[in-house]
Nanobody, 127 residues
Framework: QVQLLESGGGLVQPGGSLRLSCAAS????????AGWFRQTPGKERECVAA????????YYADFVKGRFTISRDNDNNMMWLQMNSLEPEDTAVYYC????????????????????WGQGTQVTVSS
């Protein structure tokens, strides 16, 4: 079992920045691919960014490329999403996720309820 806890969400003005954190506990987070998804009411959960278990490979959705950066610290079971140049369209609940299978070769770019999920943190971009 892996427990994930997001933090760092809040209200920010357009053009501002936020840094989301995901703290993991339980089984070895360091051996699992992970990522950040977001969801707005009435829409499906979508991948924002993903990272391999080693941290060597990353993926970004087109709508965040150049603005968001995903990173992880396997020694401390942490993952972050640095979000810059935020837009109102980035308003959503952001979730961190970890692969249910350790040492997987794929990135988490598709929502799977079988993976581990946090409870989410609200990000609101508004003036």
């Amino acid at each position: 079992q892996v427990q994930l806890l997001e933090s760092g969400g809040g209200l920010v003005q357009p053009g501002g920045s936020l840094r989301l954190s995901c703290a993991a506990s339980g089984r070895t987070f360091s051996s699992r691919a992970a990522g950040w998804f977001r969801q707005t009411p009435g829409k499906e959960r979508e991948c924002v960014a993903a990272i391999s278990w080693s941290g060597a490979t990353t993926y970004y959705a087109d709508f965040v490329k150049g603005r968001f950066t995903i990173s992880r610290d396997n020694d401390n079971n942490m993952m972050w999403l640095q979000m810059n140049s935020l837009e109102p369209e980035d308003t959503a609940v952001y979730y961190c996720t970890a692969d249910s299978h350790p040492y997987g070769s794929h990135l988490l770019v598709v929502h799977s309820p079988n993976d581990y999920w946090g409870q989410g943190t609200q990000v609101t971009v508004s003036s």
